[in-house]
């Protein structure tokens, strides 16, 4: 990470899709050069990625992933059975416009 740039975590859960790109969307706004780490688990992988088109389709189209990973979690359940879930990290970043450009 570049000295300067702020890291912020985004964990996908069961909140509607609306709030995780509003988090978005404010942590770029309060820092433009800000590093998304956009985390899931389980059955809320689908809507990282939704949230994430979104994010780029209707208010960041300079939004690039720049980096993924995939990998399993292992969680203990509440009657402390433990049970490996699919987990995913999806970092995203606004690629800096040219001086002199607006969007």
Known sequence: M???QQEVEVLIGKKPAVNYVL?????FNS???ALVKVKARGKAICKA???IGAVRGRYFKNLY??????????VTMQDGSKVKLPAVEI????????SGQTS
């Not at 988090?23 to 942590?27: G, N, Q, R, V």
């Open 2 to 4: 570049s000295q300067g």
């Open 23 to 27: 988090a978005i969307i404010e942590a």
């Open 31 to 33: 820092s433009p050069n």
């Open 49 to 51: 990625v939704d949230v």
């Open 65 to 74: 992933v720049k980096s993924f990973s995939a990998d399993y979690e292992e």
């Open 91 to 98: 970092a995203v970043a606004l690629t800096p416009q040219p």
